[in-house]
């Protein structure tokens, strides 16, 4: 059985730190790029970052770019989103993903992930 289990949110204020975890199980994790994506209320669920089944790429939202930071450890198969310099707007509940067939990390849109967790509650406070 897949899962992907997100852990580490909770409530920071603005200028914070946060890091995320997702734990994945049920499926050949080094062979997936992996990728974080959020829903903010009341709108649509967005990309946030993304890296290859290897590591060696990474992408970017413009809006995280330079704040947050992906990686991945696939002796551990986790996957982790460092959160620094966090602003209200980031605010939303971010799910982890795994794509098996776009595994150089770059995902042309949300459709082509295979597997999601359940997210996890980031709220950042003004």
């Known amino acids: 059985q897949v899962q992907l289990v997100e852990s580490g949110g909770g409530l920071v204020q603005a200028g914070g730190s946060l890091r995320l975890s997702c734990a994945a199980s049920g499926f050949t994790f080094s062979r997936n790029a992996m990728g974080w994506f959020r829903q903010a209320p009341g709108k649509e669920r967005e990309f946030v970052a993304s890296?290859?089944?290897?590591?060696?790429?990474?992408y970017y939202a413009d809006s995280v770019k330079g704040r947050f930071t992906i990686s991945r450890d696939n002796a551990k198969i986790t996957v982790y989103l460092q959160m620094n310099s966090l602003k209200p707007e980031d605010t939303a509940v971010y799910y982890c993903a795994a794509s098996s067939s776009y595994s150089g990390g770059y995902f042309p849109g949300q459709y082509v992930m295979d597997y999601w967790g359940k997210g996890t509650l980031v709220t950042v406070s003004s």
């Open positions: 890296i290859s089944w290897s590591g060696r790429n990474t």
